[in-house]
């Protein structure tokens, strides 16, 4: 029987079959590629494919404006023009942008494409040189039209160029990274390639708040190049006060700056390192605190930054950039239907000041070079410094009753900066704030702290008698000596005192004696108490926003230094010295005023404050004191700035030959002077930042006055500082006796007052 043959497929079959199971594989991808497009990524590629039928365009917003006490501006946005211009144009690549469409125009489609790669360069090339010589005459065209100095606009597009690099290099990374993340683990993977970023594929702009007149010119420049240069509708920053003109009564000026002519002084940028300003293009870190567009998630922020943005810079301006800052809106179009959405941009929050900008203006003004109180004069007794020479200075005046700032003024100004040689800037630090940041050592004014501290803690009455025998420490006539126990004083004592006469005369000894008894522990305690040792938060900054350090805060001794002191057997000395305001101790001109308010309303706190509104609660509770102590201290006070003997009552320009330094009537006035060691006065600075031994000059004083100003009871606390002025008296009481006039003239005091 014949062997049945099997069936088996043929050549084709097989063929078929394979072919079969190639078609079945790649339907199963395409359908898995199907599924993860569809599901898995599906919401992502629906926003992408959403998004591109949509065309949005941005509104642009405007910070709140600063107010002083009674609504006056101090800063606030006005309508401007910018001119942006393309990131292309600004890095150059439309030099062949252009040279490439010119050489395929001059060819002719047809040549074109029939051309080698190498022949296309060659023609790109002969056009690369005509386009170029185009865009040199471009920002020629626009340097000149915006009247910038030479290197100017260089510098601006190269500032734009590196922040944009920057950007993108971040931003590529972390595209990288996702890249990475995606593709981990494939062979062949797709090739990472960076995309263009927004700010690269955008106009920048390099003309801020530009004229109308220019705007026009730009205008114009647009129409012929619109793929270079944009003008936009903006808002600028404004500070009504940048110039000022204040008149200034000479008839109170002490003798040699006296006349019965007033004289109009131009002050310029009033309040300048309060308000702080604002700076274009934003920083780096600008961005990274609150970027514009997450790189993450997309998410606009329409409150965060863009490079052409402006940000606050120094002053209430930055610390209150979230506040004063505005919202974007935005206006969204679909390209296939036309509807429009349209999200109105909100405007920052207005923020009013406690400072009354006329007298701050007054105040600058009196402090000015053109017055003279703040450059040295003969009756200020020095033979250390060039007479006329400019010093640095501060002011600050505090209402009592609400702990508001009226004035805060620090010379040289931000304004007077831009004035200054290079060296000049080095040695006078014209951005630092005096009057709320630098530290100094108080001296005697700190003695009326120390009075009250002693009162309170049962180591001094109203009626405490201590005998100034010249010197503190027995058999010891060299150290902690009075100040008028010096041989050319022939060896002179106060004897015995009470509270008000030892604070008339400024006796040392009075208050050596005070600090021993009281030790060094409570008169630290009691300085803190003050406000020493600890940073005020009047809000020029949100609260907390501030690093701690000495800069603003001052110096103590701390607990482990005390530890050290008593280990060495020197803290009954140090109490001694802290007592009178030297040692371990510094404080800034604000916190003098403000203790000296505290003094007057009898041992209350109260935190100043620059922010209307803004109150804080002081650290623990209050020490009410006794009435008969701030009675004598205020008697003291009051002695030392109108009685003869006191040593803030009178200015002597030879012998027998006085005047009084204050001349305010019916105000009344409190005070007390002092005269604090201070650092060399560094005279000049060479090229690389040596100081040479000839461009010191050693053993000069700081100038202090703190004082009380009123109708009948103090009303104004008002401290003063001369850096290196020498003698308090003579130096910082003419300025505060004008800055009780400029109290009177503005309404605080006198006939004139405002109604409470």
């Not at 100034?468 to 004897?495: D, S």
Request: overall charge negative; glycine content about 10%.
């Amino acid at each position: 029987m014949p062997r049945t043959r099997r069936n088996r497929m043929t050549m084709f079959q097989s063929r078929v079959v394979v072919l079969g199971l190639c078609v079945v594989v790649v339907n199963v991808v395409l359908l898995l590629q199907l599924v993860r497009l569809a599901v898995v990524d599906g919401s992502r590629h629906a926003v992408l494919a959403e998004s591109r039928l949509h065309e949005q365009s941005w509104l642009p917003t405007w910070r709140g404006s600063i107010l002083d006490r009674s609504g006056r501006v101090l800063a606030h946005d006005e309508p401007a023009y910018d001119v942006a211009f393309s990131y292309d144009a600004i890095t150059g690549a439309w030099i062949r942008q252009q040279a490439v469409r010119a050489a395929r125009r001059a060819a002719g489609d047809a040549a074109w494409s029939a051309a080698s790669p190498s022949q296309r360069e060659q023609l790109i090339a002969g056009e690369h040189r005509v386009v170029q010589r185009e865009l040199e005459a471009f920002w020629e065209d626009v340097e000149t039209s915006a009247s910038l100095e030479p290197g100017e606009l260089d510098e601006r597009r190269n500032d734009v160029l590196a922040t944009v690099q920057h950007m993108a290099a971040v931003v590529w990374e972390q595209q990288r990274r996702r890249h990475e993340a995606r593709y981990s683990g494939e062979e062949h993977g797709p090739t990472f390639r960076p995309r263009p970023i927004a700010e690269q594929e955008a106009f920048h702009v390099l003309l801020p708040a530009v004229d109308d007149e220019t705007a026009i010119t730009f205008r114009a420049m647009e129409a012929r190049l619109p793929e270079l240069v944009q003008v936009r509708h903006a808002r600028h920053r404004v500070n009504p006060h940048a110039r000022d003109q204040v008149e200034v009564d000479r008839s109170t000026l002490p003798r040699g700056l006296r006349s019965p002519t007033p004289a109009t002084v131009p002050v310029e940028g009033v309040a300048g390192h309060l308000l702080g300003g604002v700076r274009r293009p934003v920083w780096e870190e600008d961005v990274a605190r609150r970027p514009f567009r997450d790189v993450e998630t997309g998410v606009v922020d329409r409150g965060g930054y863009l490079l052409d943005d402006e940000v606050g810079s120094g002053g209430l301006e930055q610390g209150w950039e979230e506040h004063l800052r505005g919202v974007r809106g935005s206006v969204r179009s679909r390209r296939d239907t036309g509807e429009e959405t349209r999200l109105e941009q909100e405007p920052g929050r207005d923020l009013q000041t406690t400072i009354d900008i006329e007298l701050q203006g007054r105040i600058e003004a009196v402090l000015s070079d053109a017055v003279g109180l703040l450059n040295v004069q003969p009756w200020h007794g020095t033979t250390r410094l060039d007479q006329g020479r400019p010093l640095n200075g501060s002011v600050v005046v505090l209402e009592i009753e609400t702990g508001e700032v009226l004035a805060s003024v620090s010379v040289p100004s931000r304004s007077a900066a831009m004035e200054m040689t290079a060296v000049e800037r080095e040695i006078r630090q014209p951005w630092a704030d005096r009057a709320l940041e630098a530290v100094y050592p108080p001296g005697s004014i700190i003695k009326p702290l120390v009075l009250a501290a002693a009162s309170v803690e049962g180591e001094c009455g109203a009626g405490t008698t201590i005998e100034c025998n010249g010197h503190h420490f027995p058999g010891q006539p060299g150290i902690a000596r009075c100040w008028i126990y010096r041989p050319r004083n022939n060896h002179a004592v106060h004897g015995p005192l009470q509270p008000a006469e030892a604070l008339a005369r400024s006796c040392n000894c009075y208050f050596y004696e005070l600090g021993d008894r009281l030790g060094l522990d409570r008169i630290v305690d009691w300085y803190e108490y003050f406000g020493l040792g600890r940073r005020l938060e009047p809000g020029l900054a949100p609260l907390g926003s501030v690093a701690e350090g000495v800069s603003g805060r001052g110096h103590l001794p701390n607990a482990q230094q005390r530890d050290a002191l008593r280990r060495r057997g020197e803290d009954r000395f140090e109490s001694v010295m802290l007592s009178i305001g030297q040692g371990g101790v510094s404080w800034t001109v604000l916190q003098a005023a403000n203790a000296y308010a505290i003094l007057a309303r009898g041992g209350r706190r109260l935190p100043p404050t620059f922010i209307r509104g803004l109150r804080t609660s002081p650290p623990g509770p209050d020490v009410r004191f006794d009435d008969s102590i701030v009675d004598a201290i205020l008697e003291g006070l009051n002695d030392a700035v109108t009685e003869s003997w006191g040593t803030g009552s009178r200015l002597k320009y030879g012998p027998g030959d006085y005047e009084p330094i204050f001349n305010v009537d019916p105000i009344r006035v409190w005070g007390k002077t002092g005269t604090a060691q201070a650092p060399p006065l560094v005279t000049d600075v060479d090229g690389d930042g040596a100081i040479e031994p000839g461009e010191r000059i050693d053993e000069l004083h700081h100038a202090w006055f703190v004082g009380l100003a009123g109708d009948v009871t103090p009303r104004y606390a008002v401290a003063v500082l001369v850096e290196h002025g020498g003698s308090g008296g003579r130096v910082a009481g003419p300025i505060a006796n004008q800055v009780i006039h400029a109290l009177q003239r503005t309404g605080h005091l006198g006939v004139g007052e405002v109604a409470r």
